[in-house]
């Protein structure tokens, strides 16, 4: 029950964070419930917002115990039943298509799919309702994004899986007979983000969507920088992280000065390789870059500036929105002069588009050719 308040709070609360609760539960000092308090804020709170209201969110879960409310099955209680022909795909529908899975609901509107026609709308045209039921998704997305695992494995106290190799070793010191046994687990991948945002006048349409992705990862990732641009570059992840999503977008819209102005990619590039102060980018960096790639600055000096991230970076992910259109063709001088330094220029302009291209944080770097 705690799990699922917090969750309705924001509270990205999984497996891996209800494992760690109950886990909590079994030591005595934990009955009392200011060291309760104290040890699900560690656990829970990812961000300085929710780090800050956690106190007031937790006192509010018991206030609502005590009075013997439930408030998501009290909301469900008051609800009224969908109709049969209600064209809007329910969030469970939307979860079972991101992991594959075929459900009653997808099954039952074979002639004529909601969910379907949800997945591949495009992002500048959806609705304020449409934009809140994704933007629930976007954060299973990011988190499991955020608990990728290596193929690397690290000694584990949880017997899960036998290492038989560290089994051995371990039993050869003793002679060779089977008197220990070792486990092991698959290392996480503890991956930076680095996500760069074009905000101006071409991108008008689709900021709004690419904020709520933005603001999934800054929510799903503890080393995540988020900058936007247009004709300067913002550090911006002071905001996503202090504010919910709505006043955070405001905020962002009112303090950057060339919002929906226009773009000048690579004088915004050298400042974001100039000003990022303690923000280190390294071989576990991965760098996505937002944009249409229209752009009214220099190519060569983009091109100098998307050769330094390249080289620094893990790899670097460019999500175009236009990409998606099947008469695209990257002919505009910016994105000619960046290409060579992208590991994989990817459309994301839908859903689906978006699905595929979170895949490609998994997929190793290219050999970069020129």
């Given at each position: 029950?705690?799990?699922?308040?917090?969750?309705?709070q924001?509270?990205?609360?999984?497996?891996?964070?209800e494992?760690?609760?109950l886990?909590?539960?079994?030591?005595?000092?934990?009955?009392?419930?200011?060291?309760?308090?104290?040890?699900?804020?560690?656990a829970?709170a990812?961000?300085?917002?929710?780090?800050?209201?956690?106190?007031d969110?937790?006192?509010?879960?018991?206030?609502?115990?005590a009075?013997?409310?439930?408030?998501?099955?009290?909301?469900?209680?008051?609800?009224t039943?969908k109709?049969?022909?209600?064209?809007?795909?329910?969030?469970?529908?939307?979860k079972?298509?991101?992991?594959?899975?075929?459900?009653?609901?997808?099954?039952?509107i074979?002639?004529?799919?909601?969910?379907e026609?949800?997945t591949?709308?495009?992002?500048?045209?959806?609705?304020?309702?449409?934009?809140r039921l994704?933007?629930?998704?976007?954060?299973?997305?990011?988190?499991?994004?955020?608990?990728?695992?290596?193929?690397l494995?690290?000694?584990?106290?949880k017997?899960?899986?036998?290492?038989?190799?560290?089994?051995?070793?371990?039993?050869?010191?003793?002679?060779?007979d089977?008197?220990?046994?070792r486990?092991?687990?698959?290392?996480?991948?503890?991956?930076?983000?680095?996500?760069?945002?074009?905000?101006?006048?071409s991108?008008?349409l689709?900021?709004?969507?690419?904020i709520?992705?933005?603001?999934?990862?800054?929510?799903?990732?503890?080393?995540?920088?988020?900058?936007?641009?247009?004709?300067?570059?913002h550090?911006?992840?002071?905001l996503?992280?202090?504010?919910?999503f709505e006043?955070?977008?405001?905020?962002?819209?009112?303090?950057v000065?060339q919002?929906?102005?226009?773009?000048?990619?690579?004088?915004?590039?050298?400042?974001?390789?100039?000003?990022?102060r303690?923000?280190?980018?390294d071989?576990?960096?991965?760098?996505f870059?937002?944009?249409d790639g229209?752009?009214t600055?220099?190519?060569?000096?983009?091109?100098?500036?998307?050769?330094v991230?390249?080289?620094?970076?893990?790899?670097?992910?460019?999500?175009?929105?236009l990409?998606?259109?099947?008469?695209?063709?990257?002919?505009?001088?910016?994105?000619?002069?960046?290409?060579?330094?992208?590991?994989?220029?990817?459309?994301?302009?839908n859903l689906?588009?978006?699905?595929?291209a979170m895949?490609?944080?998994?997929?190793?770097?290219?050999?970069?050719?020129?």
């Amino acid at each position: 029950m705690l799990c699922r308040f917090l969750r309705d709070q924001g509270y990205l609360v999984g497996v891996k964070e209800e494992a760690e609760i109950l886990n909590l539960l079994d030591y005595e000092i934990i009955k009392d419930r200011h060291n309760m308090r104290l040890a699900l804020k560690v656990a829970v709170a990812k961000n300085e917002f929710q780090f800050k209201h956690f106190d007031d969110d937790f006192d509010e879960f018991w206030n609502q115990l005590a009075k013997g409310v439930d408030s998501k099955i009290k909301h469900q209680a008051n609800r009224t039943p969908k109709k049969q022909n209600d064209k809007t795909p329910s969030l469970d529908a939307l979860k079972s298509w991101l992991y594959n899975q075929e459900t009653t609901e997808e099954l039952s509107i074979a002639r004529f799919s909601p969910l379907e026609t949800l997945t591949k709308k495009d992002f500048s045209s959806m609705d304020e309702e449409e934009l809140r039921l994704i933007s629930q998704l976007l954060k299973r997305i990011t988190r499991q994004m955020a608990n990728q695992k290596s193929r690397l494995r690290v000694r584990s106290k949880k017997k899960l899986q036998v290492d038989l190799r560290q089994t051995i070793r371990a039993n050869m010191r003793a002679g060779g007979d089977l008197q220990y046994i070792r486990y092991s687990q698959k290392k996480e991948k503890r991956l930076k983000l680095v996500i760069i945002a074009d905000v101006s006048k071409s991108m008008e349409l689709y900021s709004r969507f690419f904020i709520h992705l933005i603001y999934a990862f800054q929510n799903a990732y503890d080393r995540i920088n988020t900058w936007v641009f247009s004709t300067a570059v913002h550090n911006v992840s002071s905001l996503l992280n202090n504010y919910e999503f709505e006043q955070a977008y405001k905020l962002i819209a009112e303090r950057v000065p060339q919002w929906s102005g226009g773009t000048k990619t690579g004088a915004c590039l050298e400042m974001f390789n100039q000003q990022r102060r303690g923000w280190t980018i390294d071989k576990k960096t991965i760098v996505f870059i937002i944009s249409d790639g229209w752009d009214t600055g220099e190519p060569d000096v983009l091109s100098h500036e998307m050769s330094v991230i390249h080289k620094r970076s893990r790899k670097v992910i460019w999500l175009n929105p236009l990409a998606g259109n099947p008469n695209f063709s990257p002919e505009v001088s910016g994105l000619k002069a960046a290409l060579p330094y992208i590991d994989a220029h990817i459309p994301c302009h839908n859903l689906e588009s978006l699905k595929n291209a979170m895949s490609y944080m998994k997929h190793r770097r290219r050999k970069l050719t020129r």
